[in-house]
């Protein structure tokens, strides 16, 4: 089973909601770049300050600051074994500083690419439901993957909230912004020969099975 795997995917397209159900499965790491964003915008941090702006606006946070902050996650000892990086790469000199991080660090090669589909209408009606937990970025929707109690996280009973960056107009930013940015390394993982190819628009566990056996055969 794959080691070392990249989530792929528009904003809303499920990579969140899948990369927790795998890492538990898979007992590897759920690495998420805007989880880490948020946590130290949370912690008032420099790093949190200076990546809300960006944020914000729908936009990427420069390639310097993303890329040390995930090199100094996945350089953890928990790593050892493999990752799940859900939001990381997102460009190009992103998805080639991970190479030489994976490489430096002797832990091998990106090894499977999940890329979740999903069409732009479906994507913003997911964003814009979307419900997320304040203590560790569990997440529900209010229509399609309901919380038991309205406001309140099943897994740790924190409160439910909106994320600033759900709204239609942020939305619309991030999808352009993906289209230009991230969309370009679908190609660079499938001629690597590791992208697997999964269709979004469907449940949430038909999804999983779908990644799962995807998986499987690598
Ligand atoms: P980030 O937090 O990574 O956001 P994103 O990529 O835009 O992804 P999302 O979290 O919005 O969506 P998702 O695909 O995880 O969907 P989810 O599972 O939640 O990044 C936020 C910002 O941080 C970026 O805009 C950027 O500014 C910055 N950033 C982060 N990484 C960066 C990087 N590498 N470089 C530079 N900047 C970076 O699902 C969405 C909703 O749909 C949920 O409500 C869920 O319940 C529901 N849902 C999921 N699956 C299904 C299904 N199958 N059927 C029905 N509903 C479903």
Redesign the pocket.
Known sequence: MAKQIVML?P????????AKMLSEKLSVPHV????I?RENLREQTELGKH?DV??NR????PDDV?IAMIRERISRPDCDEGVLL??????AP?AEALDEMLSDLNKGQVDAVPCITVPDEVLIE??T??RTCRAQGH???IA??PPKEAGKCDYDGSELYQRE?DTVETVTN?IRVYLKQTQPLIDYYQQRGVLLEVA?D???DA?FDEIMSALSGV
Do not use: C, M, W
């Open positions: 995917g904003p809303g397209a499920g990579k969140g909601t899948q998420s770049s805007g989880y964003f990546a960006y944020i729908g936009e990427l946070v993303t859900d939001g990381f790469p997102r460009t992103q997911r964003l439901g979307r997440v529900f929707h399609f993957n960056d991030r979004g469907q449940s949430i999804v």
